[in-house]
T-cell receptor, first 117, second 114 residues
């Protein structure tokens, strides 16, 4: 029962470098999300997707891009990393509201700890 | 716009004592409410949820929460905590209409001491 898998778990980047975080889910969930977690600020939504081929901006989208080419995968890209992007990144997935399955909540991955120096 | 305020950033408590973690929300429409728990170096797990019906909801690990619409609150309680309850707890809200995006509070760190 893999659930939501995030890779890598840890990464250190230099300012200006680029990278892609991968999120994969095996629950056939329609919706997927990328959050960042910073001390004292809880989780803030970066981007989300309501289906294959669709993405939308969340609360803090600047400096990030996403793609959802396959239903099970949701990629988060940093084109030019900045120290302000040092954070723990969480991917999550859920059923769509149309299935009436909101009560299942979100399933979260275990996170990626990113440090930008 | 909806928002969530967790009134305590840290709550220290002794083992076997009762605990309450406070959560208030603001929204102009009906809401769904959730509590998630995050153990060290792990992702978030769903603890309990309020969707409709009874305002007192029970979750895993002996936790319960009460939805109070007039006070726009959804406080989490446990009558007797264990060392293993040490974790960070997040309250979250989703508006009842449209897309079910969750908005999280800043979190409350519960530290249970022997």
């Amino acid at each position: 029962n893999a659930g939501v898998t995030q890779t890598p778990k840890f990464r250190v980047l230099k300012t200006g470098q680029s990278m892609t975080l991968l999120c994969a889910q095996d629950m056939n969930h329609e919706y997927m999300y990328w959050y960042r977690q910073d001390p004292g600020m809880g989780l803030r939504l970066i981007h989300y997707s309501v289906g294959e081929g669709t993405t939308a901006k969340g609360e803090v989208p600047d400096g990030y891009n996403v793609s959802r080419l396959k239903k099970q995968n949701f990629l988060l890209g940093l084109e030019s990393a900045a120290p302000s992007q040092t954070s723990v990144y969480f991917c999550a997935s859920s059923y769509s509201i149309t299935t009436g399955a909101l009560g299942y909540g979100y399933t979260f991955g275990s996170g990626t700890r990113l440090t930008v120096v | 716009a909806q928002s969530v305020t967790q009134l305590d950033s840290q709550v220290p408590v002794f083992e076997e004592a009762p605990v309450e973690l406070r959560c208030n929300y603001s929204s102009s429409v009906s809401v769904y409410l959730f509590w998630y728990v995050q153990y060290p170096n792990q992702g978030l797990q769903l603890l309990l949820k309020y969707l409709s019906g009874s305002t007192l909801v029970k979750g895993i690990n002996g936790f319960e929460a009460e939805f109070n619409k007039s006070q726009t609150s959804f406080h989490l309680r446990k009558p007797s905590v264990h060392i293993s309850d040490t974790a960070e707890y997040f309250c979250a809200v989703s508006e009842g209409s449209g897309y079910n995006k969750l908005i999280f509070g800043a979190g409350t760190r519960l530290a249970v001491h022997p």
